[in-house]
T-cell receptor, first 111, second 117 residues
Framework: DAKTTQPPSMDCAEGRAANLPCNHSTISGNEYVYWYRQIHSQGPQYIIHGLKNNETNEMASLIITEDRKSSTLILPHATLRDTAVYYC????????????FGAGTTVTVRA | DTGVSQDPRHKITKRGQNVTFRCDPI?????LYWYRQTLGQGPEFLTY????????KSRLLSDRFSAERPKGSFSTLEIQRTEQGDSAMYLC???????????????FGPGTRLTVL
């Protein structure tokens, strides 16, 4: 799997959008970008994934650059409950089932 | 959908003892995964099952570790002769079968926190 690079931490104000960057410059054409988050003392939780088109669901939006070398996870209106470690992962769907987590970005949402 | 459950949630043991953890995946999920997470790190893959077959094992899974999924439902992870370095959170996850539309998503349990004294 390609490696990803994320900032170790970031702060965000409650009610504002949180934009979490991820670099994956060696991503292959068949690798998807996944985002998971882990709230303290809980197991990781799936957020969203995409291949090359932008994706949106009830939790977040995923913006992938045209060259696919980086992406941004957007939490549109951050709440205190969004405080967590956010992991950006790339993997090939259908052949490599395990997830390779890095250290992630610790996001702290402040009131 | 009751989610993935793990038992126990916490385990404290003395060095050299054996411990066993249980994971109950979401009903009808055919793939089951074990991960280990130490403080400040992301989860590390240990092993995965498709139904009852163990299809992949990480090099992290030394010969003191064994995992089973005898009937393709719940799974157990046993650590023999525990060492202090085994202290970690042990996470279990499961995914739905291919073709169900949600097979890309791993659902994680709350984990079992092991402390080896």
């Amino acid at each position: 799997d390609a490696k990803t690079t994320q900032p170790p931490s970031m702060d965000c104000a409650e009610g504002r959008a949180a934009n979490l960057p991820c670099n994956h410059s060696t991503i292959s054409g068949n690798e998807y970008v996944y985002w998971y988050r882990q709230i303290h003392s809980q197991g990781p939780q799936y957020i969203i994934h995409g291949l090359k088109n932008n994706e949106t669901n009830e939790m977040a939006s995923l913006i992938i650059t045209e060259d696919r070398k980086s992406s941004t996870l957007i939490l549109p209106h951050a709440t205190l409950r969004d405080t967590a470690v956010y992991y950006c992962i790339v993997r090939v769907v259908g052949s490599d089932y395990k997830l390779s987590f890095g250290a992630g970005t610790t996001v702290t949402v402040r009131a | 959908d009751t989610g993935v459950s793990q038992d126990p949630r916490h385990k404290i043991t003395k060095r050299g003892q054996n411990v066993t953890f249980r994971c109950d995946p979401i009903s009808e999920h055919n793939r089951l995964y074990w991960y280990r997470q130490t403080l400040g790190q992301g989860p590390e893959f240990l092993t995965y099952f498709q139904n009852e077959a163990q299809l992949e094992k990480s090099r992290l899974l030394s010969d003191r570790f064994s995992a089973e999924r005898p009937k393709g439902s719940f799974s157990t992870l046993e650590i023999q002769r525990t060492e202090q370095g085994d202290s970690a959170m042990y996470l279990c996850a499961s995914t739905a079968p291919d073709g169900t539309g949600r097979n890309n998503e791993q659902f994680f349990g709350p984990g079992t926190r092991l402390t080896v004294l």
